[in-house]
Every structure is written in structure tokens, then in C-alpha cells.
């Protein structure tokens, strides 16, 4: 495919930042652009009333102070993870992208024509971006030396117009196929490109110069990389597993990267203190103990139970510099009391209890994916495990189907992975968690945010199934994996 050659590959830019990921708008959806190999942005400007430039698109800020809009929480609407991400100065925003050597595109839509000066002073270096034709043939005149785009609605009668700015106008367009436009040529930037078989197909049709993307095409980068971000070390209780043994077969099996996540599973009633100082431990360990591996070390955290603390698991979470934080539910409140899925003996009860137990784990998991603040939501069907496997009682996802699909599209809309967990596989339960069938409904319902976890509680596990499950994405169109690292996502080639 033509894009694959590195020669053709056009420029790719991230709509508002990776919008589909992050709050539109906002330093860490610049950040995640960064991080995912983006070579560009189109961010949205607004200038408050006392003259700052900020980026914003669906509150107009126009009439407001800056401090005002300052105060503007832009991440906890949408996801509880990035709340405290706030309405970001236009001048802030540009040290970051000016930093990383990201191209900046401003959309001056939202900005009044008396206030365009205050913008041009603040982005120094950027490229400006026009919906109206009239409004950019001004600033074209009165800024002779800036770049400019167009990405209004298109005619001939328009593009004549806007022509005369010759190599200083690109032109943005969702509509390619429009026979006037400059295809083939430096000039043409494809706008809305949200699927791989678009990326394919505008790259073949019109080669244009860029690409924009809400976050769902991704740049290329790190071909080959392999990576497993979950497993268990000699800090979980259930595993005896030394990091220079991790490090060591993790390396042999070829992986680049490993993020150990022990256990931090919260208990209602738990002592916060003895929890704090145990994980500060841990995360000191193996920070140390990984400091001359030669694979990249992360240290994360699987954060069982959360949803019976939140206010604790917050607390848990923002105490560490955690890579990242795995949401599971291992034991729900059965009854009155915490009883987990590993010790509950499923053979003693009926099926009706059973099948109670299994909705109160799918109420947790749907908690913890629509509001735990967490990266990854693992092992979505661990229940099934110890149903199937253990007391081979041959419940079928599917009776749960419409809580699974809940739980899904609460992952997909904050933007959080799902985890395919080899855990269990070449075992009783012979499965991926979750199954293949759920994988593929998860893409069905336009997810498309895979990691990788072992979950090894012992070296050999470490990594196992991984070119199964690389494989299998393939096959369904899936072109990348996840990590996190400072809890910022990563994408590799897959
Ligand atoms: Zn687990
Ligand atoms: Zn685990």
C-alpha cells in the first residue's frame, strides 16, 4: 500500500489534538500527539476579552477574562482521568508542539477579525487556517509573510478566487474528489480521514501532502516494537517472580518494552496509610532493581476493587508516578460481604446465585470503565475463568450481552484500551480474556485501542501468545497497539 512507502506517506495531522482520545484542545491531547508520532496539529483559537489567545471550540470565551476562562476544567467532562486539564493559552500550547517539532495549523473560524492581531502576535510560527474566504484574502493581504490555509466550503468560483496566493495556500478539504482541486500537489491536505481503508484510499486517489485525523489513522512509527504491559512480580503477593528474571526472558522473547503492574487491590475498610507506604515500596523496587535492564522498564499499577473505594483508589493512583493504572474487579460485596471471584465456590451454588454473582462483577467492571480513573480495563471476562474453566459450568457470554456491549462503548467513548489478557490461555479455560467473539463486537462498535497483557505471575508466562493476538488484529484491519508511559498513550506498530 502506498502509504507504507515512507517516500509517499503524506504528513499526518491530529484533528484538535488526538481528539478521539483526549479533551479536544487541550496540552495533553498535544502531548498524546507527540507521543503517537503525529506530525502536526489543527487547533482551535479564541482571544478572551482582555486580549489572550486560548484554545477552545465549544465554549465561546470571547466575553470572558482570562482568568475566567483559565478556571475552565476542559478534561473532566470527558473523562475523569484528565480532569484538572485546563483551557490551555495559545502560548503554551505552541512552546509544547515548538518543542517536539510539530507543525501548528490554527482554525481562525472563532476568531472576529478586530481580534486576528492578538493571535498573529502569539503564533509566531503557526499556520492559519480560514472558513471564510473574504476573512482570509484580509489577513493575506495585511500578513504577507504567513502561511495560510482554506477550509471552507469549495467551488471553483472560490478557488480562483484564493489561487492568487499561489505556494502560501494549502487547501483543506474532506471533498478530494472534487475535480478542481490541486490533487497530487503540495497544496492539498485531506480533511476527516478516520479509517485505515480511507487513509489507503485518499492516499492512492489523490496523494495529497497531509492527512487530518481525529486520532484513529496513526502515524507509522516503531514497526516490529513489542510490547507486554501486565504482569506480576516478587511485590504481589501472588508471585514470586524476581525483575531481573522478567527482564531477562522478556528480553530473550524479543520484547523492547514490559510495564510491571502489581497488585494494589482495595478492600473496603483498608488501611490507606500501610497501603500508601507498601506501594511506595514497590514502586521504588522495581524502578530499581530494572535500572540496568536492557528493554524498557515501566511500573504501573492493577488496581483491583477500585469501585468499592474510589475516593481511596484516587488516592492510590495519584500517589505514585504510575506509567499506568489497570482497572480489574477480582471480588465484588456478594451479600454483605467481599467475596472474591477466585475463592467462591461456584460449584456449591445454583445457577440463579451464580448467574447473580456474575451481573454484580459486570456492574463492577461497568463502574470501573465508565468512571475509575484508570488507562487499561483488563481481563473483561475473568469471571468466566473460574465459571468455565474451574467448575466447567458452560455459561455463555452472550446471556450477558447487552451488560458487555455497556461496557465496551463506556471504554470506547473515554478512549480507554481494551486489554486482550493470555492469562488463561492453553489452560482449563482455553481463552483469550476477553474472547475472540468479544474482540471482534469491540471493533464492530468502532473501538480500536488494543494492549497486550500476559498478566505472567511467572517468567515463562511472560509475553506468551503475543504473535497469536498480534495476528489475529492484523487480520481484523488493526494496524497498532498501546502502551502508556507517565500514563500518556503510545502506539507500535503492529
Ligand atoms: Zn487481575
Ligand atoms: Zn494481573
Known amino acids: 500500500m502506498e502509504h507504507e512507502n515512507p517516500a509517499r506517506r503524506p504528513a499526518m495531522y491530529a484533528l484538535r489534538g488526538v481528539s478521539r482520545e483526549c479533551p479536544e484542545n487541550t496540552l495533553v491531547s498535544i502531548r498524546t500527539a507527540i507521543c503517537q508520532g503525529y506530525d502536526g496539529v489543527l487547533l482551535d483559537v479564541q482571544v478572551t476579552a482582555d486580549g489572550v489567545p486560548v484554545l477552545c471550540r465549544n465554549i465561546d470565551v470571547s466575553a470572558m477574562s482570562y482568568a475566567e476562562v483559565s478556571r475552565i476544567d476542559a478534561g473532566e467532562a470527558f473523562a475523569h482521568k484528565y480532569r484538572g486539564e485546563m483551557i490551555p493559552k495559545l502560548s503554551d500550547a505552541l512552546e509544547l508542539c ?17 481580534r486576528e492581531r492578538d493571535v498573529f502576535l502569539a503564533g509566531e510560527g503557526c499556520s492559519y487556517c480560514f472558513r471564510d474566504a473574504q476573512q482570509l484574502m484580509g489577513t493575506a493581504s495585511a500578513m504577507p509573510e504567513v502561511q495560510l490555509a482554506y477550509c471552507g466550503k469549495m467551488d471553483d468560483v472560490v478557488l480562483r478566487q484564493i489561487s492568487s496566493l499561489g505556494d502560501r495556500l494549502t487547501i483543506w478539504t474532506d471533498q478530494p474528489q472534487l475535480s478542481f482541486l490541486p490533487v497530487g500537489q503540495t497544496r492539498l491536505v485531506v480533511m476527516g480521514v478516520d479509517s485505515y481503508d480511507r487513509l489507503d484510499e485518499v492516499c492512492s486517489r489523490y496523494a495529497p501532502a497531509a492527512v487530518c485525523t481525529s486520532g484513529v489513522v496513526k502515524p507509522d512509527v516503531r514497526r516490529g516494537f513489542r510490547a507486554d504491559v501486565h504482569m506480576h512480580s516478587e511485590y504481589s503477593q501472588d508471585s514470586t517472580c524476581p525483575i531481573s528474571e522478567i527482564c531477562a526472558v522478556a528480553r530473550d522473547r524479543d520484547f523492547d518494552l514490559v510495564c510491571i503492574t502489581d497488585h494494589c487491590d482495595i478492600r473496603p ?12 515500596q514497590t514502586v521504588a523496587g522495581i524502578r530499581e532493581k530494572a535500572k540496568n535492564a536492557d528493554l524498557q522498564v515501566l511500573v504501573g499499577v492493577e488496581l483491583g476493587g477500585g469501585f468499592l473505594e474510589p475516593a481511596l483508589a484516587d488516592r ?18 456478594f451479600r454483605g460481604v467481599r467475596q472474591s471471584t477466585a475463592n467462591c465456590d461456584f460449584g456449591q451454588m445454583d445457577m440463579q446465585t451464580t448467574l447473580a454473582y456474575f451481573d454484580g462483577y459486570l456492574d463492577a467492571m461497568l463502574y470501573v470503565a465508565e468512571k475509575l480513573d484508570v488507562d487499561i480495563l483488563a481481563h473483561l471476562t475473568y469471571m468466566l475463568r473460574y465459571l468455565n474453566g474451574k467448575y466447567k459450568l458452560d455459561v455463555d457470554w452472550r446471556i450477558r450481552e447487552d451488560r458487555i456491549r455497556q461496557i465496551l462503548s463506556a471504554i470506547i467513548q473515554r478512549g480507554i484500551p481494551l486489554e486482550i489478557n493470555t492469562s488463561c490461555r492453553g489452560g482449563v479455560y482455553d481463552e483469550w480474556l476477553p474472547a475472540k467473539e468479544i474482540v471482534d463486537l469491540y471493533l464492530e462498535m468502532g473501538g480500536y485501542l488494543f494492549t497486550f497483557g500476559s498478566d505472567a505471575h511467572v517468567s515463562k508466562r511472560i509475553g506468551s501468545y503475543y504473535d497469536e493476538v498480534a495476528d489475529y488484529l492484523r487480520s481484523k484491519g488493526v ?16
Open 269 to 280: 475498610g483498608h488501611d490507606a496509610v500501610s497501603l500508601l507506604a507498601y506501594r511506595k
Open 479 to 494: 494496524r497498532y497497539m498501546i502502551y502508556f508511559q507517565k500514563r500518556l498513550a503510545h502506539q507500535y506498530s503492529i
Open 316 to 333: 492510590m493512583v495519584a500517589a505514585e508516578d504510575y506509567d499506568s493504572v489497570i482497572g480489574s474487579v477480582h471480588g465484588i460485596m
Open 98 to 114: 515548538n518543542s517536539a517539532g510539530l507543525r501548528v495549523w490554527l482554525n481562525m473560524e472563532l476568531v472576529s477579525r478586530d
